[in-house]
Structures are given as C-alpha cells and as structure tokens.
C-alpha cells in the first residue's frame, strides 16, 4: 500500500457560523469522515483532544495510521505516522462538511499537491439544472465545455470554439454530480466524473477505455459514527 494514499485519509471539519455570532460560537473541528481516496474506501477520525486515527482502506480495517493535527484557523496540518513507523505531514482546506487534501509530504521529502480542474459556469442552457456552457483549464490547455440540455456534452478549445470537437458525448446527473461518456476524434472512450459546484463544476475523476480511473480529487464527507448494539461506539 502507497504510504503517501494512506496519508490522504487523515482529515478534519469546519463548521462556519455566522457573522454576527462569530465572537460567541467556536469552530467545531473533532468528527469522523467518510469518502473515496484514489479507489478505497476510507474512514477518518479526529479527535477533541488533537489526534488522529485513520484507517485507510476497508480491505484492512486492522491497519491504521496515527498522528496529531493542528488548525490554523484556514488549514488543517496533520503529522501521520505509519504501522513501521514512517512519517508524513498532510494539508488539508475544510468546508462545509467536508474535506480536501491540498498536499502531501512523504517520508522521502517528495511533495504531492492535489489542484482539481475547476470549471466556471459562463451561460445557462436551461431555466434551470447544470445545462450551460462552461470554461475551465485542463491539463495546460484551456477548454469550453457544453452541457447541452438534452444530454450532449461538448468539449472544445475555449480559444477557438469554432475550431471544431474536441470531445463528444452523453452526461447525466447521478447521486455524487455528474458523469459524462465521450469519445475523442479517433474514437477514444472516456468517463469523466465531477462534481457540482457553486460556481460550476470540478472534475473530480476520468476513467480511460482500459478501466484505469485518475482521481483529481481526496474528498472526505463528514459522518455520524454508527453504535454497536449494546450501545456503545465502535472504537
């Protein structure tokens, strides 16, 4: 197991409360987190008294890293430490609910900075749902990218729209965003995953015609931990 994946499940939560009651409510942090980190399924636990317990993958529930975490006030830094005693530093930016690794640091020193494609709304195809055109950069090259309303899904070069396809297909709305199939001008086959956004949407995976999936995402949704039934919590 790749020691810098495990990292990626230590997490922590930012509850925002409003303006006005800012000075008399503090930010709760302490919970447990639930999501998919490059293909497993993970679970994470920060504690009030500033440790972590993450387990990485439910293929081994046993296995487990542990480590210290510290907010800022922005950003969530955890300290981790492995079975073998292997350390590493993770950075994380909070939201509502959720969590997002930003960066990686792994016991060699090599970093790992995790930036999704974010793609901004730019015209509304519909009354109302994500159909629109949309603009964003991918891979070095900037991009427009059209939901139509009834389920066509365009790519092309945001400098020359004209210029032709891209990519064309098919998306539709799931239970996590969106999903999107298309083919290239040679009849390459993609899946392509994301995620709805206030501004837009942020591309959060695509899977290539061999079923190999590239995550641009580690998104942990906070969650209430389930109690055994004696009643107590399971550690």
């Not at 993958?57 to 922005?74: A, C, M, R």
């Not at 830094?77 to 590493?88: F, M, N, Q, S, V």
């Not at 015609?209 to 641009?216: L, Q």
Request: proline share 5%.
């Amino acid at each position: 197991m790749r020691f810098f994946c495990c990292l990626m499940l230590v997490t922590g939560f930012l509850k925002p409360a409003a303006a006005a009651d800012k000075a008399k409510k503090k930010t709760t942090i302490p919970g447990s987190y639930v999501g998919q980190v490059d293909g497993d399924q993970t679970k994470a636990i920060l504690k009030a008294d500033g440790s972590i317990v993450v387990h990485p993958t439910q293929e081994d529930p046993d296995f487990k890293l542990s480590g210290k975490w510290k907010y800022d006030g922005k950003l969530i830094t955890a300290k981790l430490i492995d079975p073998e005693g292997k350390k590493g530093t993770v950075m994380f930016k909070p939201a509502v609910g959720s969590l997002t690794v930003l960066k990686i640091v792994k016991p060699n020193g090599e970093v790992e900075e995790f930036k999704s494609p974010q793609f901004a709304k730019k015209k509304a195809l519909a009354d109302k749902g994500p159909a629109g055109v949309y603009v964003g950069e991918f891979d070095g090259e900037k991009l427009q990218v059209e939901l139509e309303a009834k389920g066509g899904f365009i790519v092309r070069s945001a400098q020359d729209p004209d210029g032709g396809e891209i990519y064309s297909g098919k998306w539709k709305l799931t239970d996590k965003g969106l999903s999107a199939a298309i083919t290239d001008e040679e009849g390459e086959e993609t899946i392509v995953r994301m995620r709805i956004t206030d501004a837009g949407f942020t591309l959060v995976s695509t899977v290539n015609a061999e079923g190999e999936e590239k995550y641009f995402e580690a998104r942990l949704k906070r969650v209430k931990l389930s109690r055994k039934k004696d009643g107590r919590k399971p550690k």
